[in-house]
């Protein structure tokens, strides 16, 4: 059900996209104001969310630790899960969030001889999860490399490169990326254990099948463009330029399903920071990732640190000095 | 007030029944169900009149009627956003949550219920849900579909449940690609709940004690004494050696502060004789205090105020004894509260020096702000320097494993210590399988305050991956003792593992290394810190 709404709206946004252009002719609207509107949305949107998120303190250093901890000198400190340095954070860090370490640990439990006197429990290895989801990442990340070459001319030797690199199979004119097909498998897979998996359907709310319907329609219509309903490349370029160098103009005979394609992809840029995708800022500032472990070494300070009621030595030593006399314990006061 | 009769404890091939398959109805349409015998009592009126906490009365959380204050709908939603503004964990981990599942069987109290709320994920979703409805423009417009819902009395007795069965032991931190760490997701539910006077029995029960009497368990100053001393006499029995330890003295180079676990009831107190034979055979210059005698901190499980006025105590009395600095005694979360919380809350501790062994001379760097170290630190550097001499035979009778305690290893990271004691100290030692230890260790079910009798079953339950472990080692190895570090465990274990895995032991791993322990001038051991003869020692046994 979730998942159906969440589709049918991703339908509707192509519909509107789809008329607006070749029925509405408001090619003005969905070529520049749009994707302006959504530029300012997303910065405008992340660079809030960030600052509120930063507004609020940190007010302990409470990292997980995932390895052992710095103390004597001949026991051997793990020092990216435990790090007691700035670089070890930062290699920590990068670790979890180019090639997300923490996911790589994934294990899926067993339950056997269930309903018996003796179960038995075991972790097997799952790392597919974690393979669908830097697959996905980083395809969408080179995807968007990629597109650069849209916006800038002439177009850099590096994105040439990676171009041709993604583009290797050879197979197709223009050539099939492997990108492409990496992408929609991944977005696929995650998707179909989305439903497949009860436990994580259970969970699973609009807001989690909304961003998946929408990239992997975003997906769909950029091949759908690449390799069956060429559009007219140079067209499309002279628009991207045109709004990048803001001398925004709508060249003529570009097909209506690049206006789909750009609408979703605004769309998608606007929802952004009201929505869970966020997690690409907020794992930068993940207290139990982004902290030195070097809690006993270095005061950390709580900035609303305020002073509490306090049951002091005298009050307790009052009620109980003629008991701790009488058993020999010291006092303060006879 | 219903009068709730103690629940009988299902079986274990009951209990094992697990059904994983999510209900039919959605979550938000699924009712909290209180069960006897998974969830503990409601916190009683006059603990909360000692604490100085909101909504002092009777009730019981079997009762419809939670007797709930006037208008308690605001101060739980303003309660949200003070807290919102305090803590950008809180913020983040409200926001950012892409609701993958990776942390979903890693939570024992999921793997043993199947209760998808007890998934963490899910767990924080009860609560995100309301700030998303309440705080968020797209709960606001949307509601349901973005996953929003309105605060009312059910979902405060639903976060009641959940927080209360979930014991903060980071585990699902480690799993969670944004390092979300449930245990700060509940630590603030109870906060919240405490606002209005939500608290459990087993909590704030010991947080009274601690405050008013300086330890959980109420024990006032001259049974604190005599219950060491006791303790004293047994250890002469058993060495021939008079220990004589000293209480709130001033001068004393080292304060000595502890889990109060560790001086009543079995097996913890085993642990503390082996604190005390250590120290006296090193001679070491040191004192307990009676005001400061808890370690623990079930403060730290109402909220982070009055986690900091019980943790208070210990730089307060290491000022007024003039010590120079702390050692403490083995305990989980007690230890996630000294490393992770208790500089920022009562520090600098400016008036103690940097802790130097007097024995070896090691300066210990990783806690010259502190000032306090890890017994096991202590302990380690002894044996590396070779300063105590051990007959690991001692132990032959033991086939051992060691329990990694959720806090220090996931909150700390103190992994290698406990286990170079161990294999100094005994000389059958097995690890329990990967997944289970270490920074992927499993809760023992009953921390974060969890360890009441009312709630045995859900405590059978989520210590079942702990125990289910155990139960592998001891069918492949035939280990027969659970080390660990910490109190909770040693009062938890007991149970679970008669349990779970009938025939395994429970000890502290000073308890281990005293036994193993040769004292200067002992008489020959024939038996071993229990009072049970030593096999091949010239015992009965």
Known sequence: MKALLSFLAVIVLILIATLGVNVANLHFFFGIIIPYLAFIMFVGGFVYRVIKWGRSPVPYRIPTTCGQQKSLPWIKQNK???????????????????????????????????????????????????????????????????????????????????????????????????????????????????????????????????????????????????????????????LALGLVQLHPTIPAGIGAIFYVHLFLICTLFAYFPTSKLMHMGGIFLSPTRNMICNNRMVR?????????????????????????????????KE | MAKVEKPKLPKPDEISNIDYHPPATSWMDTPTEFKPGTFCWGAKEKDLI????????????????????????????????????????????????VRCGACADKCHFYIATGDPKNMPVLRAELLRSVYKKYFTKSGKFLGRLAGARELDENVLKEWWSYFFQCTECRRCSVFCPYGIDQAEVTIIGRELLNLVGLNIDWIAGPAANCYMKGNHLGIEPH??????ESMCDDIEDMTGIRVNPTFNRKGAEILFVTPSGDYLGEPGIYTCMGYL???????????????????????????????????SKIYAEAKRLGVKWIIGGECGHMWRVMNQYMDTWNGPADFLEVPVSPITGTRFENAKSTKMIHITEFTADLIKHRKIKLDPSRNDHLKVTYHDSCNPSRGMGLLEEPRYILNAACNNFYEMPENTIREKTFCCGSGSGLNASENMEQRMRGGFPRANAVKYVQEKHGVNMLANICAVDRAAFPALMDYWCPGVGVAGTHELLANALVMKGEIPRVIDLRGEDLPGKGGNG
């Not at chain 1, 990676?162 to 929609?184: A, E, H, K, R």
């Not at chain 1, 009860?198 to 099948?209: E, F, G, N, R």
């Not at chain 1, 609303?304 to 030595?313: D, I, K, L, T």
Request: charged share 20%.
């Open chain 1, 80 to 238: 990216i899960e435990n790090p007691s340095t700035a670089l070890g954070v930062i290699v920590r860090m990068a670790l979890e969030i180019l090639f997300f370490r923490s996911l790589f640990r994934n294990t899926k439990m067993e339950l056997n001889d269930v309903g018996t006197n003796s179960p038995k429990l075991s972790y097997g290895s799952a790392k597919w999860l974690w393979f669908g989801s830097l697959v996905f990442h980083w395809s969408f990340l080179i995807i968007i490399v990629r597109h650069l070459r849209f916006f800038i001319e002439p177009v850099p030797y590096v994105l040439q490169i990676v171009d041709s690199i993604d583009g290797m199979l050879q197979i197709g004119l223009p050539p099939i990326y492997l990108t492409d097909l990496f992408f929609l498998l991944a977005v696929t897979y995650l998707f179909l254990r989305r439903i497949a998996i009860p436990q994580v359907k259970y969970i699973s709310l609009a807001a989690d099948y909304f961003p998946l319907f929408m990239i992997m329609s975003i997906g769909v219509s950029g091949m759908l463009m690449r390799y069956f309903y060429r559009v007219d490349i140079i067209a499309v370029k002279e």
């Open chain 1, 300 to 332: 950390h300070i709580n900035p609303w640190n305020h002073a509490v009621e306090v049951h002091s030595y005298a009050e307790y030593e009052d009620e109980f000095r003629e008991k701790m006399k009488k058993a020999g314990i010291p006092v303060d």
């Open chain 2, 50 to 97: 000692t604490l100085g906490l909101p909504n002092p009365r009777q009730w019981s959380p079997a009762d419809e009627d939670w007797k709930l204050p006037e208008g308690w709908e605001t101060t739980i939603l303003d309660g949200i956003a003070e807290r919102l503004s305090k803590y950008r964990s809180f913020k983040i981990f409200m926001d950012i949550c």
């Open chain 2, 223 to 228: 049974a604190f004494k005599g219950n060491i």
């Open chain 2, 277 to 311: 034979m250590l120290f006296h055979e090193l001679g070491l210059d040191y004192t307990w205090s009676t005001y400061a005698s808890e370690g623990g901190n079930f403060g730290f499980f109402t909220s982070n105020d009055m986690a900091k006025r019980l943790n």
